[in-house]
């Protein structure tokens, strides 16, 4: 008599089922956001960010994407659930205050393409410019419009970062991609600038743009063992200009006395904006 199998097959899978159950989840995913458009709606009656021409809140935006990144677990890739997101809050903003994301592209217009298109979404308006002085002014001349420019220029561009410490310049306040990660979709690091948002700002690191007569190697490893970085550099008759971010718990007088102690100290000085800490994840 041959052996009795006492495993039981398993049950057949219902694929009508499944299906159902997707298009109920589909359906639900888009009446909330309705329901989340609806309250825009009473948003924009409430703060008039339509008459005031920014709606921008980056400090916001980083609480959100960094729980998103924490909670993500599944077959979903962080990068379509990162760039849902950023479109929904892009697009958002949007509606409650229109703007247009400038670009500079004197480094290729691909890659500033794909950060504005991920970070921002298709309805936001995209307007490239030949460079960052372009963009900066532009965006100074705008009710209330974003520029991007990318971390990694060439020395040819310049001290670019110089126009935004100009009184009433733009100033940066995000540096994307937020959530980094290897082969990021849109990994190109760039800086975002807007009019200066005031109480709207994020101070987790801040940045400056400093000339200095005379520069010693130690004022670098100064500025990298306070926890921050160079982030450009420029020769110039006379001396160097650094663009170099610092932890915003250090105050400008901080640092300054931390590069004079380190034999640098600067000749000019000013804060050109700020941004959130970066959240970093390894895969």
Request: hydrophobic share 45%; aromatic share 6%.
């Amino acid at each position: 008599m041959p052996p009795q199998n006492d495993t039981a097959a398993p049950p057949p899978v219902d694929l009508a089922a499944l299906r159902a159950e997707i298009d109920r989840l589909d359906l639900e995913m888009h009446h909330r956001l309705m329901e989340r458009s609806a309250i825009i709606e009473r948003l924009i009656s409430v703060k008039k960010t339509s008459q005031s021409g920014q709606a921008f809140r980056p400090g916001r935006e980083a609480l959100m994407m960094r729980a998103i990144a924490e909670r993500h677990r599944g077959l979903l890739p962080l990068d379509t659930v990162e760039s849902i997101w950023r479109v929904i809050i892009g697009t958002f903003t949007y509606v409650q205050a229109p703007y247009t994301v400038h670009a500079d592209i004197s480094g290729g217009d691909g890659p500033m393409r794909d950060s504005a298109r991920f970070h921002f979404g298709f309805t936001v308006p995209y307007q490239p410019h030949p460079d960052a002085r372009a963009v900066i002014a532009t965006v100074a001349a705008s009710r209330g419009d974003l520029g991007i420019f990318r971390l990694d220029q060439g020395a040819s561009a310049g001290d670019w970062w110089n126009a935004l410490a100009a009184p009433g310049a733009p100033q940066v306040i995000a540096r994307l991609p937020f959530i980094e990660r290897p082969d990021h979709p849109a990994g190109t690091p760039v800086f975002v600038i807007s009019k200066p948002l005031d109480d709207a700002a994020v101070r987790d690191e801040v940045l400056y743009a400093a000339r200095f007569e005379r520069w010693r190697p130690e004022a670098a490893r100064e500025i990298a063992a306070a926890g921050g970085e160079i982030v450009c550099s420029s020769g110039v008759a006379g001396g160097l200009t650094l663009l170099f971010a610092a932890p915003g718990a250090l105050s400008l007088e901080d640092v300054v006395a931390r590069l004079t102690q380190a034999g640098a100290a600067p000749s000019e000085i000013n804060e050109v904006g700020s941004h959130a800490a970066r959240y970093r994840r390894d895969a």
